[in-house]
Nanobody, 124 residues
Framework: QAHLVESGGGVVQTGGSLRLSCAVS????????MGWFRQAPGKEREFVAT????????DYADSVRGRFAISRDNAKNTLYLQMNSLRPEDTAVYYC?????????????????WGQGTQVTVSS
């Protein structure tokens, strides 16, 4: 059973940047795809980005494509999300998750072992 801990959230002004990290312990990090999801107050959790086990494939939600970049360092068992040109609508709790498969997926049902989340707040 993998244990995930997100970090790097905070408060930033519109147009600013943040880099989220997700440290994974337990399990075999490089075996599975990884994903980032987010949940804003009063809204359902939504897909943000996903990356395959060796980083060769990635996919993004249309709302973040071109602004966010997902990456992973399998030697460090760490997943990243570089977020640029942040907007107030990006405000949410961001979660990382371990996939049940090696390939990418946008569906939250394709993931288990979720982190506790990190808050990102973008002020206007």
């Amino acid at each position: 059973q993998a244990h995930l801990v997100e970090s790097g959230g905070g408060v930033v002004q519109t147009g600013g940047s943040l880099r989220l990290s997700c440290a994974v312990s337990g399990g075999t990090f490089s075996t599975y795809a990884m994903g980032w999801f987010r949940q804003a107050p009063g809204k359902e959790r939504e897909f943000v980005a996903t990356i395959s086990r060796f980083g060769g494939n990635a996919d993004y939600a249309d709302s973040v494509r071109g602004r966010f970049a997902i990456s992973r360092d399998n030697a460090k068992n760490t997943l990243y999300l570089q977020m640029n040109s942040l907007r107030p609508e990006d405000t949410a709790v961001y979660y990382c998750a371990v996939g049940r498969q090696s390939g990418i997926s946008r569906s939250s049902g394709s993931y288990d072992n979720w982190g506790q989340g990190t808050q990102v707040t973008v002020s206007s």
